[in-house]
């Protein structure tokens, strides 16, 4: 294999030009690849740490799986149904829910929630309790049901766990037709103090409220009926797997959600940005490159006497051409693999000391981060590509 180009090109990168300037412009190019594909690595990471964020809190309030109705809103669920959930090893435990849009009214104030109604399986065991910014995780005191709202939607109410006023709860009457002059008495309505404020994320805190399951049967009218059963696995289960264990059991009545189905638009919503952000760095990457295209358009009109030179001596053109070419990969490597680096070590740093603090009053102090091999594969496939095309460029003239 005939390395001669390369070792030119070698000998050219590190030779002083003749014209100071290629010098410079090589080494902005140099540097710019480098704070380009640290930031790059730095920015992916900071959106990992946002998507784990999200994802344990979501992993809080979501079970691990999900079992609905494939058509209707509710069902009863058959003792042997949750028998055999029971009985299966990767299974810690089971709750029912009923979940329903309600109308509320506290001191005046009125406002549309999502109710949604547990057990005492999930209000023992629920992972929420983590979540509280006010009052306590209670769904019962002293025997009376007790609620815990999502922080928007007590906000938005003026409801405190320190009030003695409870929350009314409406709901339609079931069967009966709503009266235009009197629409309360069309209404079942309910009283429930409120215990507990949670904040989980925006779009949940501003529509949640939760109650014992008993409260929301009561408000609905229904008797054994539920919207979900919930299953939360033991730790180290394959989740895909035992979905599909499950949803062979129930059949075709039946949908068997994980994590992902479960919040399927705000993790694509995540994914979809996330890939933004790439397109955009790799386009600013692009631009930094052209620094490299300029030092080497200059290099190649400065070195055209070496290049008469070398063909005369019975080098072929394409070789010649082929050492421009590898000119301008090396520039973009050598900046790419110090740009890696330089970003591996940034985001090591914030996870290890938060230089970096978060504005405002947020659960976390720092920006987090979670360096993932994929991005930085990524990230070495994007620049790799855009060097390789930017040094093809010029020598193609020749």
Same mark, same amino acid.
């Given at each position: 294999?005939?390395?001669?180009?390369?070792?030119?090109?070698?000998?050219?990168?590190?030779?002083?030009?003749?014209?100071?300037?290629?010098?410079?412009?090589?080494?902005?190019?140099?540097?710019?690849?480098?704070?380009?594909?640290?930031?790059?690595?730095?920015? /992916?990471?900071?959106?990992?740490?946002?998507?784990?964020?999200?994802?344990?809190?979501?992993?809080?309030?979501?079970?691990?799986?999900?079992?609905?109705?494939?058509?209707?809103?509710?069902?009863?669920?058959?003792?042997?149904?949750?028998?055999?959930?029971?009985?299966?090893?990767?299974?810690?435990?089971?709750?029912?829910?009923?979940?329903?849009?309600? @109308?509320?009214?506290?001191?005046?104030?009125?406002?549309?929630?999502?109710?949604?109604? %547990?057990?005492?399986?999930?209000?023992?065991?629920?992972?929420?309790?983590?979540?509280?910014?006010? &009052?306590? =995780?209670?769904?019962?005191?002293?025997?009376?049901?007790?609620?815990?709202?999502?922080?928007?939607?007590?906000?938005?109410? &003026?409801?405190?766990?320190?009030?003695?006023?409870?929350?009314?709860?409406?709901?339609?009457?079931?069967?009966?037709? *709503?009266?235009?002059?009197?629409?309360?008495?069309?209404?079942?309505?309910?009283?429930?103090?409120?215990?507990? $404020?949670?904040? %989980?994320?925006?779009?949940?805190?501003?529509?949640?409220?939760?109650?014992? #399951?008993?409260?929301?049967?009561?408000?609905?009218?229904?008797?054994?009926?539920?919207?979900?059963?919930?299953?939360?696995?033991?730790?180290?289960?394959?989740?895909?797997? @035992?979905?599909?264990?499950?949803?062979?059991?129930?059949?075709?009545?039946?949908?068997?959600?994980?994590?992902?189905?479960?919040?399927?638009?705000?993790?694509?919503?995540?994914?979809?940005?996330?890939?933004?952000?790439?397109?955009?760095? #790799?386009?600013?990457? /692009?631009?930094?490159?052209?620094?490299?295209?300029?030092?080497?358009?200059m290099l190649i009109i400065e070195k055209e006497p070496?290049?008469?030179?070398?063909?005369?001596?019975?080098?072929?053109?394409?070789?010649?051409?082929?050492?421009?070419? =590898?000119?301008?990969? #090396?520039?973009s490597l050598l900046g790419m693999a110090a740009g890696i680096?330089?970003?591996?070590?940034?985001?090591? /740093?914030?996870?290890?000391?938060?230089?970096?603090?978060?504005?405002?009053?947020?659960?976390?102090?720092?920006?987090? %981060?979670?360096?993932?091999?994929?991005? *930085?594969? =990524?990230? *070495? /496939?994007?620049?790799?590509?855009?060097?390789? $095309? *930017?040094? @093809?460029?010029?020598?193609?003239?020749?």
């Amino acid at each position: 294999m005939n390395l001669l180009p390369q070792r030119i090109a070698l000998r050219y990168l590190f030779a002083r030009k003749s014209h100071n300037v290629i010098n410079m412009i090589s080494a902005v190019g140099l540097v710019g690849m480098a704070i380009g594909t640290a930031a790059l690595i730095a920015i /992916l990471s900071v959106f990992n740490g946002f998507d784990h964020l999200v994802s344990s809190a979501l992993g809080d309030y979501s079970p691990e799986i999900r079992i609905i109705p494939s058509a209707g809103k509710t069902f009863t669920p058959d003792a042997s149904l949750l028998e055999w959930l029971s009985s299966c090893e990767e299974v810690e435990s089971v709750s029912q829910t009923l979940e329903e849009q309600v @109308f509320l009214s506290f001191e005046g104030t009125q406002s549309l929630a999502r109710i949604k109604g %547990v057990d005492s399986v999930a209000e023992h065991s629920s992972r929420l309790a983590a979540h509280i910014t006010d &009052g306590g =995780w209670e769904l019962h005191r002293n025997g009376r049901p007790m609620a815990v709202a999502g922080s928007g939607l007590a906000y938005r109410l &003026g409801a405190s766990p320190r009030f003695f006023t409870p929350i009314d709860i409406h709901y339609p009457e079931r069967g009966s037709n *709503i009266s235009m002059t009197n629409p309360q008495a069309s209404l079942r309505s309910v009283h429930i103090k409120l215990g507990g $404020v949670v904040s %989980v994320n925006a779009e949940l805190d501003s529509k949640l409220l939760l109650v014992p #399951l008993e409260t929301v049967r009561e408000l609905l009218d229904c008797g054994s009926e539920v919207s979900a059963l919930e299953i939360r696995t033991k730790e180290g289960v394959k989740l895909s797997a @035992f979905r599909r264990k499950v949803q062979e059991h129930l059949g075709d009545s039946f949908r068997v959600q994980d994590s992902y189905m479960q919040n399927e638009s705000l993790f694509r919503m995540m994914r979809y940005e996330k890939l933004a952000i790439y397109l955009i760095l #790799l386009f600013v990457v /692009l631009i930094i490159a052209f620094n490299i295209y300029s030092s080497l358009t200059m290099l190649i009109i400065e070195k055209e006497p070496d290049r008469q030179t070398l063909l005369a001596l019975g080098m072929e053109a394409g070789q010649t051409r082929a050492i421009f070419r =590898w000119e301008g990969l #090396l520039v973009s490597l050598l900046g790419m693999a110090a740009g890696i680096v330089l970003g591996i070590v940034l985001v090591l /740093l914030q996870q290890r000391f938060g230089f970096v603090k978060m504005p405002g009053n947020y659960i976390v102090d720092s920006y987090p %981060v979670v360096l993932r091999l994929s991005d *930085i594969l =990524w990230t *070495i /496939l994007g620049v790799s590509a855009i060097g390789s $095309v *930017i040094a @093809f460029i010029p020598s193609r003239k020749l």
